[in-house]
């Protein structure tokens, strides 16, 4: 049995990946704020889920809080770390980007000091597809530059890259960077494409549909997610010998540092995507055509090259199977509305 501290346990990924962490017998301490960016009694729904499992306790915290962070280190002195709590959402970063410094940038200094003082064996840490930002070479690569940002979301992304890299170097803390491309799954959050059609199109509403459906997205299943969460977790990074400062590659270094896309390494078409859900809900969407918005990107494709290789394993569920088991969540969750 292992102590791991998941941050954002009562989010939508940390929620699945405590449960699976429970289910092989690990010892689980949750950290959430239940902040109110998105509905509260979800968030309080999937904890209380959590909270059945005698192996798992949770502290309600802000990762802004310095004090309160490096009092819950030295009470629980975890094991590992695995960081997913962070203020989501790159449309809402243009219009409260101080959220996204205060918990981005400030929560994880302080996730990182508490890792540093407390022997953390492994940081393993929720990047983002945002960071390629205008790049424009498919698949997307670790190895590839990604300095061109185009939401303050995606830039503090880029950000916790480079302070858990430093942190490697300077004090030999194992920190490994996982590049999440859009996730979708049961107990999805509601700020996000899945959730919001769904919801219109029982309703009766009309939905968005930006860059006139031409927008292809890399959809993740939650549970190819947590997969592959779990097995980069379990395999601790090592310097890499052949990393050069004459040539230097990004997704590795000369510390105990790594980066993994982890994506379904399928792009779609956002129109695709609104058909599988049309035909699960039995209903047409009516849709409203709009230019692509700002900070958005027209395409995301993930290059799972190194997470193949390195932990043999490759995300493999398709639209046309996660749409479904979303919906059916959808249905049961809601079901006094139906």
Request: glycine share 8%; with cysteine.
């Amino acid at each position: 049995m292992e102590k791991i501290l998941v941050t954002g346990a009562a989010g939508f990924i940390g929620f699945h990946l405590s449960k699976q962490l429970l289910a092989r017998g690990e010892q689980v301490i949750g950290l959430d704020n239940l902040n109110n960016y998105y509905d509260v009694p979800l968030k309080q729904a999937r904890l209380d889920q959590l909270l059945e499992q005698k192996n798992f306790q949770v502290s309600k915290l802000d990762l802004a809080d310095r004090q309160g962070i490096a009092q819950l280190f030295a009470d629980i002195q975890p094991e590992k770390v695995i960081h997913l709590a962070a203020q989501a959402g790159v449309r809402y970063s243009l219009k409260n980007p101080y959220a996204y410094i205060d918990s981005n940038v400030v929560g994880f200094l302080n996730i990182l000091e508490g890792c540093r003082h407390n022997s953390v064996r492994h940081l393993v840490f929720a990047s983002s597809s945002s960071v390629y930002g205008i790049n424009t070479k498919m698949p997307f690569s670790v190895h590839d530059n990604v300095d061109h940002p185009v939401s303050l979301y995606a830039a503090t992304k880029k950000a916790n890259e480079l302070m858990a890299h430093s942190y490697s170097h300077l004090y030999g803390l194992p920190t490994t960077g996982l590049r999440f491309f859009t996730v979708y799954g049961p107990w999805g959050r509601p700020d996000m494409a899945l959730f919001l059609f769904t919801k219109a199109i029982l309703e009766g509403q009309s939905i968005d549909v930006f860059n006139y459906g031409k927008m292809r997205r890399d959809f993740t299943y939650i549970d190819d997610i947590v997969e592959g969460v779990i097995r980069v977790s379990d395999n601790i990074p090592s310097p890499n010998p052949d990393w050069s400062g004459y040539a230097p590659e990004a997704g590795t270094s000369s510390a105990p540092y790594k980066l993994y896309n982890i994506g379904n390494n399928q792009p779609v078409e956002l129109g695709r995507f609104i058909e599988v859900l049309e035909d699960c809900l039995g209903r047409k969407a009516t849709k409203n055509m709009l230019p692509l918005q700002p900070g958005d990107v027209p395409e995301t494709y993930a290059d799972i090259a190194d997470l193949t290789r390195d932990i043999g394993f490759k995300p493999n569920t398709p639209i046309e199977v996660g749409i479904p088991r979303f919906v059916d969540w959808y249905r049961s969750y809601y079901a006094d509305n139906f």
